[in-house]
């Protein structure tokens, strides 16, 4: 049985091999240097050949990201940024904690990596990133999965300082400008419903509900493949509100909402349509934002303007918790809480009143 050891960009030595079918990496957790090469040929080596051999490696099944993170922030304790790590961890785990390990997948990383960059810098972000990366490291150590799916996801190296949601305005002069049919109800559907570009392009005709007012959720689209989401805050029945129902009645030959001409689904956002997006918010004099703003736009609007409580925007959105609400948007409802009807009887006596 070949066992390889290679270094990895943390300066670490890894051992790749083979067992149950699968290639695995490990970390020896050792620094690259020349007697820790020695030590891991020596001893390290020889006894992995012998329990590969012996079938003696765990095949324990994974699980969910929320377990992994505990280890990952155990290993961490004492040290001067743990404060730090601590507070990327509880975020990270408001999006994957409930996930099993070896479900996630590199676009639920996208994903989350899109709602980190509306309101932080890609520095910051690639912080976030790496505490990912090694709370999935965890699970590699421990011979759950074979392969961190962060690895390699590539940010920006800069975005804008503020990246703004757009106007009650702007959003109708976007969506009555649009020239294609397909852009004309992409936007729709992404400014009245909050759904992610996958999750769009994933809706099938029979998943929307008229008579219900719901769109089902049932599966996302990414890089052309159909997946399904992988928990149950994804999974999920968003309201069909009124203004958009016009835009879904319009007859089709196809199964999908968003299909080609052969009636196939759309495998992506294309550059075609990056193309048209880019010169309509030309044609409307609007700076340039991703079309992934829709779904910001969406849940700023709809904690300004609704009266849904924090936890029932999170759920619309595919969250099972407000914290990437709160930690994404919270600068858009700041005074909200001043708001209040200064006549509120708080404590009012109503067996008082009534003996008055």
Known sequence: MMVKMFRRSNGK???EYEAYGKIVQKSTRLEDTPKNRALVK??????????ILRGEL?????????????LFLREKTGKKTYKRIQMHVASINSFFGDMPIDQIRRSDIKDWVNDMLFTRSPKTVRNYMS????VIYIAIDKEHI??????????????PAEVEPFTEEEVKLLINSAKSEFLKLYLAVGFYTGLRTGEILGIMHGDIDFENKVINIKR????????????QGSI????????????????????WLFS?????????????????WRALLKACNLAYRKPYVTRHTFIVTMLKKSDLSMLQIAQMSGHNTTQMIINNYGKYIKGEHLKVDRDLKLFTDKSADSTA
Do not use: C, M, W
Request: charged share 30%; hydrophobic share 25%.
């Open 146 to 159: 074979t392969r961190n799916v962060a690895h390699d996801i590539k940010l920006p190296t800069h975005i």
């Open 220 to 231: 996302s689209i990414s890089d052309g493949k159909i997946t399904t989401p992988k928990t």
């Open 58 to 70: 765990s095949q324990e099944k994974p699980k969910k990201f929320s377990y992994y993170s505990e």
């Open 260 to 276: 080609k001409d052969t009636g196939a689904h759309l495998g992506r956002f294309g550059e075609n349509r990056y193309r048209e």
């Open 42 to 51: 020596k001893e390290v080596i020889p006894a992995l050949q012998g329990k």
């Open 131 to 134: 505490s990912l990366r090694g």
């Open 236 to 255: 999920r029945q968003v309201p069909l509100l009124d203004d958009l129902v016009p835009y879904l009645k319009k007859p089709t030959k196809s199964l």
């Open 13 to 15: 030595l890894y051992l």
